[in-house]
């Protein structure tokens, strides 16, 4: 949708409490535990967060693409927090077996994988372009070519995984658009731009308003901004009726110099400009309705 400043709608909100590249070495209160994740999206769904965006580690502190351990957070999520929104990032991240050493990226057939989790989660990201990904000393090619992307929509309709659609550049939206035409991709579309990565398109306004420009009339955005740009751009966007990630996987810091305390610290503050702006907080269900998902599953909370 785009902007509609007269009646802009509620927002959704999502939270990725982790993310695949930094640790704990860059905020000790970055939860790297299935447990410890799965409290972080409850104290968020609890604070207004709709959609819970998921990466993982293994007993050590590493990203891992063991979709057993996708799938115990999946489950916990379903279990404690009532339709909210389960999202894997397709991406997964980088391993860091040593701070001090470079990154390994995830293999395609690791991130195909990923199609596998049980119980299923609502969605899975697709990355749509292939760019230089840079972190720290780690600089490597971030492969997402139509054709693997192709089959991983494929994968996904067959489980009835939906998709949301990460774009890092001008030129991802188009081809975003290319899979459309072809009919890999099916309308409405629901698009999440993401600004100031290295290696990817920078995070100013004049370049979100170019992405905004380029997606489908009835499209369906969110911002998801880096580091310092976070706040600015997540404010920008309330105020245009978009939609917006927050959480420490994108950053860490609550203000400059100053680290958050709790991923839930991020939700409440970006629930209060929101509705400073005038914007309500989309539920879960409501969140599902403007996305044209499926409704939630009943489940027992646990």
Not at 98 to 108: A, D, I, Q, S, V
Not at 112 to 141: A, C, R, W, Y
Request: net charge negative; aromatic share 6%.
């Amino acid at each position: 949708m785009k902007p509609n400043l007269t009646h802009p709608g509620k927002v959704i909100i999502t939270v990725a409490t982790t993310g695949g590249l930094h640790g704990r070495e860059a905020n000790p209160a970055l939860p790297e535990q299935p447990k410890e994740i799965i409290q972080n999206f409850r104290d968020c769904y609890n604070a207004g967060a709709a959609v819970a965006h998921m990466h993982v580690r293994d007993q050590r502190g590493v990203t891992t693409a063991d979709i057993d351990v996708y799938g115990e957070v999946v489950d916990g999520v379903m279990s404690g927090c009532a339709g909210m929104i389960t999202q894997v990032g397709n991406g997964i991240g980088l391993r860091y077996e040593n701070p001090n050493e470079e990154g390994k990226h995830f293999t395609l057939e690791e991130r195909m994988n990923l199609l596998n989790i049980q119980p299923v989660p609502d969605q899975l990201t697709l990355n749509l372009g292939t760019f230089h990904f840079e972190h720290k000393n780690s600089e490597f090619l971030f492969y997402n070519s139509k054709r693997w992307n192709a089959e991983f929509v494929k994968g996904c309709r067959e489980r009835r995984i939906g998709n949301e659609l990460e774009v890092y550049d001008l030129s991802h939206i188009q081809n975003a658009l290319d899979l459309l035409e072809r009919g890999v991709l099916e309308p409405p579309l629901h698009f999440s731009f993401v600004l100031g990565i290295k290696g990817a398109i920078p995070a100013t306004p004049q370049n979100l308003m170019a992405m905004l420009d380029a997606i489908p009339e009835g499209s369906s955005w969110q911002v998801v901004s880096i580091g310092k740009h976070q706040l600015p751009l997540s404010a920008m966007v309330l105020a245009m009726g978009g939609n917006i990630r927050v959480g420490m996987e994108d950053n860490v810091y609550y203000s400059h110099g100053v680290l958050a305390v709790s991923n839930v610290q991020l939700v409440e503050r970006a629930v209060r400009i929101a509705r400073e702006l005038g914007r309500e907080i989309a539920s879960p269900d409501e969140a599902r309705e403007i996305l044209h998902m499926p409704k939630a599953p009943q489940r027992r909370p646990s």
